[in-house]
């Protein structure tokens, strides 16, 4: 899971997109965020079509597919099985550790309570 202080945003792929144009977007979006990146895809094609992007992934970007377990109880796994939800973690591998955005709102919150940076 995202290795960083603060949760990644998630970004939303297009799942009537071509595998070679989310792969595009996927690795500008990495490279935008600080090396990590993570994507929420719905529908029938989810899950096939991250895992095609997973596979052409360049060597230096690890990517992984994270689904709901379909036995959860939870009303949220509920929710993301109907919408049939799939998430695609991306990470650049050999560079630098993603940052923490100062824009995030948990940092403001932070900023606002005078309470120091968490530590890197």
Known sequence: MPSGPYPLTPHVIDHKARPEQVLR??????????????????????????????????????????????????????????????RLHVRRIGGPDRQPRWEHPHQRALDSLNRPNPPE
Do not use: H, N, Q
């Open 25 to 86: 977007f996927v690795i500008d979006t990495v490279e935008a965020e600080g090396g990590e990146a993570l994507f929420l895809c719905y529908g029938r094609w989810a899950k096939r079509l991250t895992g095609k992007v997973c596979a052409l992934l360049p060597a230096e970007y690890r990517g992984e597919v994270i689904t709901m377990d379909p036995r959860s109880e939870s009303p949220t796994a509920a929710g993301r099985k109907v919408r049939k939800e799939a």
